[in-house]
């Protein structure tokens, strides 16, 4: 009976593997391809676009196979990481040639989205953090790294919605959790796009002493040693460049959650998902892609102390006023490679001749940004001097040992520079002795054969051979010539005088690669043992090249330096959205200053629409965030308080995937701030209950401003269409109004975009409606309904104890109009009924601030569906 074709031993080896692997793509490695099979095969050919046929096609049992080929691996596995899935590479461990029976193979690692080191250059500027969770107790231990870089942080969370905050803020890819985690909590880490990878076995690594000697919390160093393990498992190499695990908690730095700095567009715009016109697209003119990824860790997590935000600031001042200098610092910080991912290459092993003089190219800037900064004479430079280690000997060890431009390939030879090792030189005599002896033989054999095109060539099959052409072939010495191959028009041959000195050129080759190989791989070893320096002026380059960064863009934007106050005052004179002001230009944007003194805790900003509300609000939370990084801040001058925590509402997102209605969203992202905010807290409220019915809304950002201005003393922005709002600030002390121009000329709206004292008079919507383009029939209909309902003015509902808004403070108030009637006139367009007045009772008794938005919003839905009744 013939063997079933899953029963060849080679078949039985994949199996085997495979059993390993379930949830990997396997590739597998047979000469020069890597193979996949069955299943893998026809999901991978799929996704790779690839022909899929099978191995052993005419037998009964084929099994479908596809493959890449090995060289070209690299960006099939691309394709399939950057999809979510895990390749398992499998790889011939010895040489087929000399391999006894059947090749041995294994895994060589497991490349998975967290732990992809692809280096796709516009992928340079941005971290790939692989993160841990370890749940203990009531906290959530915490942990992620970066392995192209070795950067590993560890913290707790008190719940688990923390967790995925971090997660999301750090745009991960992966997460690696306890087998034990309840699906419940596994799914929702999959709704938000990560891989969720079950923890693997713990080994006593070197490494975890190393990486968690800093730590004390038992949850964090347990999602620490969880990294770490499934590192081991994935990687199977060495981490040596795994750095000591820094401990962080949320709470040192500004907090802003995931859609507070998504709404913001911090890093991606909210309108086409890209950098262009965000924060970081504006800040970033790093030289380096080390730079770039600092950058975007600093505008992640703002400071809280001035101290150091003080440091920043004079280095950004000092390169500011040091031009030369600073086109100095420029210059060399452009010729740093990305130093940090090189250490991470080196301590893999899988770095290479041109890395290494990538390497030394960067390390020789050292020296001179040294001088550049001690030439700077300012006290403020000596911790960067402090942190920049003298790297020289690596520099002088690579640039002796190589050779400027190497191939790619370090077991191919051409590496090492000549006169750096005794044997290798005399090889490379033999070598090119050989190609002597060659041309002279050609020469000779010419002669004496009297072919004069013949010609001695080479090729992998048959080594060397002499080539005659069909014409001359008659004239072949049939005694010497051994004939080896017959081509169309020629005939080649071997002798055994050419066999011998083959012999010793290919022996001189075979062996000056190796001792190449060996001498890299030494010299590898050699920077290997100084990788923490390397690192260290990596980070010192990067922090550098980030504040060069900060001073070039404040220069060329007239930034000027903050000022930090205790008091709870902000007070930022003609300030501008930096991102707003770089799209339309300078001369187009308005300033705009935005003051609030120690008692006023609420801007109520009212306006037409378009006219520039949410830029001004988002203005000063940029602004914020610029100086508690260190940079320099749009505006003429500016003063703050230190912020701790960036909420806001802005924009209508809703929250798909949780299951959120937009309403949903706004109501619990306005309880976040409401529930968490400081006195030291920023909130920005951006038309709040506009997601709702008008008066529920209107009733709902009513409550919302009085409660924060009783009981939140937080600084507060709060933009809104409905004007009644306004009155609020005749009512409480710590309410101020402000709000942006607008003109009419010629029918015509013309927005001003000035930010002024006190409330807006009118709203315009229909005007920006008409600038939309709607239809002019629809527009004057909209004016028609528009009239008829200013006859009707709402009035809103005020505490009892509490005087109403400015326009019902003044009808209501009127000893002929008992307040009663009016409210129910006035808010529901009709006369009273006894089923009005018990709807308004009840809306009256509704203690909003102790319901959730959940209830308030059953509350709002009984209530409609009793009045529709
Ligand atoms: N200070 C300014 N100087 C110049 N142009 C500005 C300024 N502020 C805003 N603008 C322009 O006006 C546009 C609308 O601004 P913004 O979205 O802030 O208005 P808004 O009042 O919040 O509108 P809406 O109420 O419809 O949400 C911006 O896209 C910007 O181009």
């Given amino acids: ?272 998902g890209k950098r262009s016109g965000t924060l970081t697209w504006l800040l970033d003119q790093t030289k380096t892609a080390m730079g770039s990824r600092l950058l975007k860790q600093w505008i992640q997590r703002p400071l809280l102390q001035v101290k150091k935000l003080k440091y920043r600031q004079d280095l950004v001042q000092l390169l500011l006023d040091n031009f030369f200098q600073r086109g100095s610092l420029q210059d060399y910080l452009t010729q740093v490679y990305d130093l940090e991912r090189l250490a991470g290459r080196v301590a893999f092993g899988n770095v290479n001749a041109r890395d290494l003089i990538q390497l030394a190219t960067s390390l020789a800037q050292v020296p001179k940004i040294k001088a550049t900064l001690l030439d700077l004479q300012a006290p403020v430079v000596d911790d960067l001097l402090t942190h920049l280690p003298d790297c020289q000997d690596l520099t002088t060890a690579i640039t002796t040992t190589l050779v400027d431009d190497p191939p790619i390939s370090v077991t191919d030879g051409n590496l090492i520079k000549t006169g750096f090792n005794q044997q290798l030189d005399q090889y490379r005599d033999a070598m090119k002795n050989g190609k002597q002896w060659l041309a002279q033989m050609q020469a000779s054999e010419q002669q004496a054969t009297g072919i004069k095109n013949l010609k001695i060539g080479f090729n992998r099959v048959f080594g060397y051979y002499i080539e005659v052409t069909n014409a001359n072939k008659k004239q072949v010495p049939a005694e010497r010539y051994q004939r080896k191959q017959t081509l169309t028009n020629a005939e080649r041959y071997i002798t055994p005088e050419l066999k011998a000195i083959e012999q010793k050129i290919l022996e001189a080759e075979e062996k000056s690669k190796v001792l190449e190989h060996q001498l890299f791989n030494h010299l590898r070893e050699q920077i290997k043992a100084r990788i923490t320096d390397i690192q260290t002026v990596a980070s010192t380059l990067a922090a550098l090249d980030v504040l060069q960064s900060f001073c070039a863009v404040s220069e060329q934007y007239h930034y000027v330096r903050p000022q930090f106050t205790q008091q709870e005052k902000i007070a930022v004179i003609n300030g501008r959205h930096p991102v707003v002001e770089k799209v339309l230009g300078k001369q187009k944007y308005i300033p705009n200053s935005i003051t609030m003194d120690a008692k006023t805790s609420i801007l109520l900003i009212t306006g037409p629409n378009m006219s520039g509300k949410s830029t001004y609000m988002r203005q000063l939370a940029l602004i914020v965030i610029m100086a508690q990084i260190g940079c320099f801040v749009p505006a003429e001058q ?46 920005i409220f951006d038309e709040l209950g506009r997601g709702t019915a008008t008066y529920d809304g209107m009733a709902l950002a009513q409550a919302i401003v009085e409660y924060l201005s009783q009981k939140v003393p937080a600084k507060t922005l709060f933009s809104t269409h409905y004007h009644e709002l306004t009155g609020l600030a005749a009512q409480w002390p710590n309410i101020k109004n402000v709000h942006v121009d607008a003109t009419e000329e010629k029918g015509q709206l013309v927005f001003l975009h000035k930010v002024l004292p006190g409330p807006a008079d009118k709203s315009y919507g229909i005007h920006v409606a008409q600038l939309a383009g709607l239809p002019t029939s629809l527009l004057k209909n909209a004016q028609q309904i528009l009239t008829t309902l200013e006859q009707k003015p709402i009035h809103l509902q005020t505490k009892s104890s509490t005087p109403a808004t400015a326009k019902s403070i003044s009808e209501q108030t009127k000893p002929s109009q008992p307040v009663e009637k009016e409210e129910q006139l006035s808010l529901f367009g009709e006369p009273p009924t006894s089923k009005n007045r018990s709807l308004l009772q009840q809306l009256k008794d509704a203690n909003l601030m102790k319901m959730t938005p959940l209830d308030a919003m059953n509350l709002l839905f009984k209530l409609q569906n009793e009045l529709q009744d």
Avoid at 128 to 139: S, V
């Fill in 1 to 272: 009976m013939p063997q079933k074709t899953k029963d060849t031993p080679m078949m039985q080896q994949y199996l085997k593997i495979k059993q390993d692997y379930p949830d990997a793509f396997l590739f597998y490695r047979i000469g020069d391809f890597y193979e996949m099979f069955y299943d893998d095969a026809i999901k991978g050919s799929q996704i790779l676009e690839l022909t899929l046929t099978a191995r052993n096609k005419n037998a009964a049992d084929p099994i479908p196979m596809c493959g890449v080929p090995h060289h070209a691996a690299d960006s099939y596995i691309e394709i399939l990481v950057d999809k979510g899935y895990k390749v398992a590479i499998c790889e011939q461990l010895e040489d087929p040639q000399t391999a006894k029976g059947m090749v041995k193979r294994g895994i060589i690692k497991l490349v998975t989205p967290g732990t992809s080191l692809d280096d796709k250059p516009n992928q340079s500027t941005e971290n790939n953090y692989l993160g841990a969770i370890f749940p203990q107790a009531q906290t959530w231990g915490f942990a992620y790294t970066d392995l192209s870089t070795g950067e590993f942080w560890a913290t707790n969370f008190s719940d688990f919605k923390s967790v995925e905050n971090e997660l999301l803020n750090l745009r991960s890819k992966e997460v690696v959790v306890p087998a034990k985690l309840p699906k419940k909590q596994v799914k929702r880490l999959q709704k938000l796009g990560l891989m969720v990878s079950p923890e693997t076995p713990q080994q006593d690594y070197a490494e975890v002493s190393f990486v968690t000697q800093k730590l004390t919390a038992a949850s964090q160093i347990q999602a620490v040693r969880n990294l770490i393990a499934y590192l081991m498992e994935t990687q199977k190499r060495s981490l040596a460049h795994l750095q000591v695990a820094q401990a962080y908690s949320v709470h040192q730095y500004l907090q802003m959650d995931h859609n507070v700095q998504s709404n913001l567009e911090l890093f991606s715009s909210l309108r086409t």
């Fill in 638 to 683: 500016a003063q703050l308080p230190i912020f701790d925590h960036i909420f806001t509402r802005i924009g209508a997102a809703d929250d798909l995937i949780a299951g959120n209605s937009t309403f949903m969203v706004e109501m619990m992202e306005a309880n976040d701030a409401l529930q968490h905010a400081t006195p030291h807290s920023l909130i």
